[in-house]
């Protein structure tokens, strides 16, 4: 290699830098215009400069897009947090009122101990006549105390006092209308003779009744 050679290939960083003092770039300019091995030299570097620019550049654009992915994936990972969290408030509320409508329609009518069988058959003729589809189902009054100590769980030989001789509690039926018509029923039957008393939750809010139901 050419003395002249090595100093204008010392140079050629500078020179592409543009960081050189005007003598040294006249002299590197006039070297590559007739040294063709240091011209050769030259154009490498400017390719591998461009490679290199072209490497930051894409990695620039990978650090951009892995950010916006990353932003995303937070944002969508906080959306599907909020409508998990939705999903189970609107479950949660179609149960409460579903259950509200299928169980808060059951009305219990408690019936007098010397009722007769013509005052019963008044009072399911009264409550079909405003509900067809109402159903009856007969508790006596054995059923309603062994239903009691079923409810006094270890307390029920609070009740061992009562028997069949002495048992306090009424014959019922729980009527399963709906809703909105037990109202009307109650109003029916609470002035009907054989009738004592009559108990329902259609009047409760579903939210206290839900409550009532499985807290308390
Ligand atoms: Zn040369």
Redesign the pocket.
């Known amino acids: 290699m050419?003395r002249?050679?090595e100093i204008?290939q010392d140079l050629l960083f500078g020179y592409q830098d543009g960081t050189l003092h005007e003598a040294s770039k006249d002299l590197v300019e006039e070297?590559l215009k007739k040294?063709e091995?240091?011209r050769r030299i030259f154009s490498e570097m400017k390719k591998d400069e461009i490679e290199v620019d072209k490497k930051e550049e894409q990695e620039q654009e990978i650090d951009y897009l892995k950010k916006v992915n990353k932003k995303m994936s937070r944002k969508n990972s906080l959306l599907m947090v909020i409508g998990t969290i939705l999903g189970i408030i609107i479950l949660l509320n179609v149960g409460i009122f579903v259950y509200y409508y299928s169980e808060a329609g059951k009305v219990q009518i408690y019936l007098n101990d010397d009722i007769t069988q013509e005052q019963i058959d008044n009072i399911k003729n009264s409550v079909l006549k405003i509900d067809e589809n109402a159903k009856f189902e007969y508790y006596s009054k054995e059923d309603a105390l062994n239903k009691l100590k079923e409810r006094f769980g270890d307390n029920k030989e609070l009740l061992s006092g009562y028997g069949e001789d002495n048992n306090p509690l009424n014959t019922y039926y729980v009527l399963d209308t709906n809703v909105e018509k037990a109202k009307d029923i109650e109003n029916i039957l609470k002035s009907m003779q054989g009738v004592k008393k009559i108990t329902g939750f259609y009047d409760t809010n579903p939210y206290i009744f839900m409550f009532s139901k499985f807290i308390m």
């Open positions: 050419k002249e050679c204008v070297h040294c091995e240091c």
